[in-house]
């Protein structure tokens, strides 16, 4: 299968290419290789390397810098999906695309179905939610995963922040207020290509979407708060100097974009339909034991 994937660089990009490695010809595309803003430019290159599937992981993530780059993140979020879709649509072949918690406006009291009200606080939310209606309204065969918190060992996240914060600071001040599911880039990319795999071994993989096609929810099970995400990055023995956390709410740290107060995504529809997901705290230990293997592989090399 002939896979077209955006964002080659980015989190879940660059977890997608180690993931879908051995399913198909993957045809990475970066910012250079193809800009999202440019709308003739995602046509002309779908239109000529003719993919069996699409899987946009790119996206406008600033998520502060949204509020004064709205009309941006939407071209990014809402447009350049949009077209992907409609291309989908012509090429008949499906489109699996990534949307966030932010779409909520974090009231509900337990866990967000795909079924509930978006009601997004930001700018960023409002052209994620955009995109997913784009691509909706497309009559395009789609999938699109709702994620939340995510983190690698690339790229800019939580994790590596704390982990570099950890080195210059004794003491860090972390929200206690707002709960979610931190969610690692690799388990994102090894349940999308599960999904990959049994698509592709059913004759008619558009058709096979287009029967399972909608919203579905993809984070790590469970539930925490960045204040207690940051209290088990700095337990795991890869963390050499462990910094006093305080908690704090959201009003002492206030930043330009809302976030939802509630992000817990419930994941029963995902798990019900394609495959299992990990606990989060279980998925984050295994993403510090590999950087820690990381970190020894380096120090052995300079050595
Ligand atoms: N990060 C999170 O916490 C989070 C939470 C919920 C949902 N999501 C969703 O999950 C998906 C993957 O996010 P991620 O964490 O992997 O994001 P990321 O690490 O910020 O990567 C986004 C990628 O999109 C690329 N990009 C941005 N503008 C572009 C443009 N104009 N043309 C082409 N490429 C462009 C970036 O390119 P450069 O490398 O050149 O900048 C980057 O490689 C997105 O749909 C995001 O909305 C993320």
Same mark, same amino acid.
């Given at each position: 299968?002939?896979?077209?994937? !955006? ?82 649509? =012509?090429? *008949? ?29 930001? *700018?960023?939310?409002?052209? $994620? ?8 309204? /497309? ?43 931190? !969610? ?7 349940? !999308? ?5 049994? &698509? &592709?071994? !059913?004759?008619?993989?558009? =058709?096979?979407?287009? /029967? ?22 700095? %337990?795991?023995? /890869?963390?050499?100097? $462990? ?51 990381? /970190?020894? %592989? ?6």
């Amino acid at each position: 299968m002939k896979i077209l994937v !955006t964002g080659k660089n980015g989190q879940v990009g660059q977890a997608l290419q180690a993931s879908l490695a051995d399913l198909g010809e993957i045809i990475a595309l970066d910012r250079a290789e193809l800009d999202l803003t440019d709308l003739d430019a995602v046509r002309t290159v779908i239109r000529s390397l003719r993919p069996e599937l699409i899987i946009n992981a790119a996206a406008y993530t600033a998520v502060d810098q949204a509020e004064k780059e709205e009309a941006l993140a939407f071209r990014i979020n809402a447009e350049a999906p949009r077209v992907m879709a409609e291309e989908a649509r =012509e090429l *008949a072949i499906p489109l699996i695309h990534y949307s966030t918690d932010y779409v909520f406006d974090g009231s509900k009291e337990g866990a967000w179905v795909e079924d509930d009200q978006p009601a997004p606080l930001s *700018a960023y939310g409002r052209s $994620k939610l955009a995109g997913e209606q784009a691509i909706g309204d /497309s009559g395009a065969a789609y999938l699109i995963f709702r994620t939340s918190w995510v983190y690698g060992l690339a790229g800019k996240n939580f994790l590596l922040t704390m982990l570099r914060l950890a080195q210059e600071k004794k003491e860090l001040s972390i929200v206690h207020d707002q709960i979610g599911a931190p !969610t690692w880039s690799h388990t994102i990319a090894e349940a !999308t290509s599960d999904v990959v795999r049994q &698509m &592709m071994s !059913t004759s008619q993989p558009a =058709e096979y979407v287009a /029967s399972h096609g909608g919203i579905y929810h993809l984070v790590a099970g469970g539930q925490t708060t960045w204040h207690d995400f940051a209290q088990k990055i700095f %337990a795991h023995e /890869s963390v050499v100097h $462990k910094p006093v956390l305080h908690p704090i709410t959201t009003d002492q740290y206030p930043l330009p974009a809302s976030r939802p107060k509630n992000s817990v995504l419930d994941t029963t529809k995902f798990q019900q339909t394609f495959c299992s997901l990990p606990q989060w705290d279980e998925a984050l230990a295994q993403c510090q034991q590999q950087y820690l293997l990381q /970190s020894i %592989a380096v120090s052995q090399k300079v050595s």
